[in-house]
T-cell receptor, first 114, second 111 residues
Framework: KAGVTQTPRYLIKTRGQQVTLSCSPISGHRSVSWYQQTPGQGLQFLFEYFSETQRNKGNFPGRFSGRQFSNSRSEMNVSTLELGDSALYLC?????????????FGPGTRLTVT | KQEVTQIPAALSVPEGENLVLNCSFTDSAIYNLQWFRQDPGKGLTSLLLIQSSQREQTSGRLNASLDKSSGRSTLYIAASQPGDSATYLCAVPDTGNQFYFGTGTSLTVIP
């Protein structure tokens, strides 16, 4: 069974631009979560989607948004990029949306904002 | 809000040693606890998941224990190998499936 895939793997953008990252969960998984990882802040929760609905959102500004499609694939968008948005963005999937299930992470998208 | 702490922050051991990584959490009302491994610049690899009703979980040379009442989990690595060098993270989910991560233990196994 294929794991969680994320595209693109690396991205370089300029301040003020916007970016869209994509995540394909493990087949059959319905919950997708997004995390931002930086050396200073560690892993921080962005949001979680289940059955195309955002159920939970972390403490990030409205520039960060996402969506989930009917096939459970998810995208996250960051508008008006800032230097501080440079980070590794990780996507995780689990079978169901409750906390009893194991989470599987993708390889991440490395975003660099210049 | 759940707070997760990992000690030590870094650990360097010679190959072949057995070692223990520690994870503590402030809210003992957890569903489960998951241990991950992260290689530099890469994603997280799930190592072990312990449900709240379990005390231990084993996979190969790895053994994780859970003591909910004291808010602690340990990851025991037997006969360490250079390939075990990585950052090890523990995490617990809340009711909304948001994971709270520790800051990790960076492990170096010296050949």
């Amino acid at each position: 069974k294929a794991g969680v895939t994320q595209t693109p793997r690396y991205l370089i953008k300029t301040r003020g631009q916007q970016v869209t990252l994509s995540c394909s969960p493990i087949s059959g998984h319905r919950s997708v979560s997004w995390y931002q990882q930086t050396p200073g802040q560690g892993l921080q929760f962005l949001f979680e989607y289940f059955s195309e609905t955002q159920r939970n959102k972390g403490n990030f500004p409205g520039r960060f948004s996402g969506r989930q499609f009917s096939n459970s694939r998810s995208e996250m968008n960051v508008s008006t990029l800032e230097l501080g948005d440079s980070a590794l963005y990780l996507c995780a999937s689990s079978l169901e949306g409750n906390p009893g299930y194991e989470q599987y992470f993708g390889p991440g998208t490395r975003l660099t904002v210049t | 809000k759940q707070e997760v702490t990992q000690i030590p922050a870094a650990l360097s051991v010679p190959e072949g040693e057995n070692l223990v990584l520690n994870c503590s959490f402030t809210d003992s009302a957890i569903y489960n606890l998951q241990w991950f491994r992260q290689d530099p610049g890469k994603g997280l690899t799930s190592l072990l998941l312990i449900q709240s009703s379990q005390r231990e979980q084993t996979s190969g040379r790895l053994n994780a224990s859970l003591d909910k009442s004291s808010g602690r989990s340990t990851l025991y690595i037997a006969a360490s190998q250079p390939g075990d060098s990585a950052t090890y993270l523990c995490a617990v989910p809340d009711t909304g499936n948001q994971f709270y991560f520790g800051t990790g233990t960076s492990l170096t196994v010296i050949p």
